[in-house]
Nanobody
Framework: VQLVESGGGLVQSGGSLRLSCAAS????????MRWFRQAPGKERELVLS????????YYADSVKGRFAISRDNAKGTVYLQMNSLKPEDKAVYYC??????????WGRGTQVTVSS
């Protein structure tokens, strides 16, 4: 599975962005899709996931009520809608597709910068 993220950029505090992750080369609908982020000098953090069945799990309390994940299996794409962005949301955002520890795939990431 190949993953390509897009939609990152520079936005003012309080603004919104929608990230997309387009998958190819695999059975997209069977994967749990996850969004991670990595801020400068910090470890990669799991933010949100959505299972093949559509169950959504929030892992980062700081994004609850602001971020949302969705998927379009027909398009092979997962989305991350980010609202009310804060400077602390600045990070490289990575898309991940996982079915098992051995069937685990990453995109190259997209940069999100939030100006105060």
């Amino acid at each position: 599975v190949q993953l390509v993220e897009s939609g990152g950029g520079l936005v003012q505090s309080g603004g919104s962005l929608r990230l997309s992750c387009a998958a190819s080369g695999g059975a997209f609908s069977s994967y749990t899709m996850r969004w991670f982020r990595q801020a400068p000098g910090k470890e990669r953090e799991l933010v949100l996931s959505i299972t093949s069945g559509g169950t959504i799990i929030y892992y980062a309390d700081s994004v609850k009520g602001r971020f949302a994940i969705s998927r379009d299996n027909a398009k092979g794409t997962v989305y991350l809608q980010m609202n009310s962005l804060k400077p602390e949301d600045k990070a490289v955002y990575y898309c991940n597709a996982r079915r098992s520890s051995k069937d685990n795939h990453w995109g190259r990431g997209t940069q999100v910068t939030v100006s105060s």
